[in-house]
């Protein structure tokens, strides 16, 4: 041990020494620093946005709460060979999820390589594992990955050059150690793109949007929007058994498919109406109904007497004075499921349905009926009936004896009832005179389509599709679904949303008073 207190040099020593200590605190504090700005520097729903791979011209990413969209910002040489430079905006998700957004870039741009779309990486480090569905600036998309740490980027070129595709949709789906891309042109149906199993890649990954201007010398920039991250259920789960595992209320303009955000619950909820006024949404949760602010807010309970097992059937009459509902009475067949009628404002509901199980869909033109599905006598499925308010009689409408019809509501000029049914052994969406007669087929593709809601100045039908290996009668919840839209007469539906939900997305009429936006639910659990 050297005696410092003797040694000829002890006040250099320690002077130099002091110097080193301050200089290492200082770098350590810096460090700290910056971690802690690293770890707290959330956007919209991700938790970071950093730049990886320290590409010469520093990128960002901004949100606008407003419009609940993101623009990226960021250089970068490639994503590609063994190491990558981009700007990365993410959050840490374990297990299964869906990533899907719209994509975007802003201006010509440089290069016809730079690219955007989701990311998932095992860590922020420039050379790791990761897997990308990328969009190129000239069109080319592709599923694309890194295997292991350091390994050389690889891609479906490596085997087929694709075709170039000027995709706007992108979804990048983990099951279990599979990844698949999926993506879609305006209005269109999702493709898939590619599949690779990633089996060494953690339980545990950052996800995320990413963009790279494939040019250290340049910044790229893109809007991305409709951004979801949605965490799958088993095949088996049943929300009415096991529980709901959270919702999200949307509303979305139809004319350029711009989704919001207003609501989310862990607690699950259900089919929302526009209220008359425009102002406000209605939608039911934990047996009862809720109105709640377009612009989002706190729900407030709506008074509807002693029914306090409502079901996600509901919609308000075409002169804004009443709402139907169906609520289970107990001990009675098919859950007890009746139809009443109440105040716009609340009340006291008013039987209408004395038989059971009846399922509320609609009114008539002329807000003296109510229509709706029931089971009756020794008859195994489900048909259309309709009964006065004031005199309640059930009168039936559809006469099947197989397959399954359901979600009947009016045209608001009267002359027809739209419902969806599977006598094909596809769901179709169909139409009828007010009587009964005159059916006339109005899809005919391989989606099973259901509840088709008719805009209030009667030119459009808005409507859920299901894939078509969905069981034709049945629209269960947490599935991959489409809303569509097609003229009222019929035609080519184009797609305006892709999102997990199915049953309480979009059972009951969801139309803005303007018709220029609809409602709906989606399906989330919260992605940790």
């Known amino acids: 041990m050297i005696n410092f207190t003797n040694h000829p040099n002890h006040h250099t020593y320690f002077t130099n020494k002091n110097i080193a200590m301050k200089f290492l605190l200082s770098v350590l504090l810096l460090v700290s620093l910056n971690f802690v700005c690293a ?55 374990k297990g299964d999820f869906i990533l899907t957004a719209n994509f975007a870039f802003i201006g010509k741009g440089t290069d016809n390589h730079r690219k955007i779309g989701w990311m998932l990486r095992e860590s922020l480090n420039d050379n790791a594992a990761q897997m990308g569905a990328v969009a190129h600036g000239d069109g080319l998309t592709v599923l694309q990955w890194r295997v292991v740490r350091g390994a050389f980027m690889r891609d479906p070129q490596d085997e087929i050059f694709p075709s170039k595709k000027h995709y706007q949709v992108l979804q990048l789906e983990r099951k279990g150690k599979t990844m698949i891309l999926r993506a879609a042109q305006a209005n269109e149906p999702f ?33 991305v929007w409709n951004v979801r991250i949605d965490k799958p ?12 595992i959270g919702s999200r209320l949307e509303t979305m303009n139809i004319s350029d498919g711009v989704r919001k955000v207003i609501y989310e619950s862990k607690t699950g ?88 199980p009846s399922y509320f869909h609609g009114w008539t033109a002329d807000n003296k009926e109510v229509l709706y ?115 009222v007469s019929g035609g080519a539906p184009k797609v305006i949303a892709y999102l997990y939900g199915g049953q309480g997305t979009l059972n009951v009429a969801s139309w803005s008073p303007d018709s220029k936006q609809i409602a709906f639910v989606s399906d989330a659990e919260k992605a940790d």
């Open 39 to 93: 770890q707290n520097n959330p956007v919209g729903i991700f938790d970071n946005h950093a730049d990886i791979g320290h590409p010469k011209n520093a990128g960002s990413t901004v949100y606008d709460a407003n419009t609940q969209e993101y623009t990226l910002t960021g250089s970068g040489y490639n994503i590609w060979f063994e190491r990558d430079e981009l700007h990365y905006t993410y959050k840490k998700i």
């Open 191 to 223: 493709q898939v793109i590619g599949t690779h199993d990633m089996p060494d890649m953690p339980d545990s990954v950052y996800a995320g949007l990413f963009i790279c201007s494939h040019n250290p010398e340049i910044i790229e920039q893109a809007k």
């Open 233 to 244: 259920v088993i095949e088996t789960y049943d929300p009415y058994k096991q529980g709901w």
């Open 269 to 356: 909820f259900e089919a929302p109406n526009w209220m008359p006024d425009g102002k406000k949404l209605l939608f039911n949760q934990a047996g009862s109904l809720y109105t709640i602010p377009v612009d989002g807010g706190t729900p407030q309970k709506l008074n509807t007497g002693d029914a306090n097992k409502l079901n996600n059937d509901h919609g308000i009459s075409f002169d804004k004075k009443k709402v139907a509902i169906s609520h289970q009475r107990a001990g009675l067949p098919g859950n007890g499921s009746t139809v009443y009628v109440l105040p716009i404002e609340g009340g006291m509901p008013k039987l209408i349905t004395e038989k059971t």
């Open 373 to 487: 599905v029931a089971k009756r006598d020794s008859v195994p499925v489900y048909n259309i009936y309709k009964s006065a308010v004031d005199n309640p009689k059930e009168v039936q409408l559809t006469f099947n004896t197989t397959g399954h019809v359901d979600g009947p509501e009016s045209s608001p000029d009267g002359k027809y009832i739209y419902f969806n049914g599977s006598q094909t052994g596809t769901m179709h969406i169909y139409r009828m005179k007010p009587d009964g007669s005159g059916k006339e087929q109005l899809t005919f593709d391989e989606y099973n389509n259901w509840f088709p809601h008719i805009s209030p100045d009667g030119k459009w039908i808005v409507f859920i599709s299901f894939l078509p290996d969905t069981d034709p009668n049945d629209h269960p919840p947490y599935k991959r679904v489409m809303l569509r839209l097609m003229p």
